[in-house]
């Protein structure tokens, strides 16, 4: 569904791929990247970050401000603002940006 184009620990540049059968589904003809997937990518690329597998325990706060299309918004930014990793959980909040216009606000709790 994305792959990592660059950027760094804390603000991981991402580009979406609109041809991916989940775009498919949701929604033909104005593709919308799933609340769902969007926590999802958020795990892996914290999981890539802290060296290793992490499924969310808990969603603190979660606000999707808009809509994240492959179409017309394939290139986001997720930045990790806040990163709390323990043995037990990793905390995460942080921001999905597309330039300049936010997309996402999250913080969420994940654990292996």
Known sequence: MFTVTGGTLDKVAVRLNASHTIYQAHFPGNPITPG??????????LGDRCGRRLSLSKIVNLKFVAPISPVETPDIVVDFTSVDDTTTECK???TIMAGEQLLT???LVFKE
């Open 105 to 107: 606000k999250y913080s």
């Open 92 to 94: 995460a909040k942080g």
């Open 36 to 45: 769902v997937c969007i926590v999802q990518m958020i795990g892996e690329l």
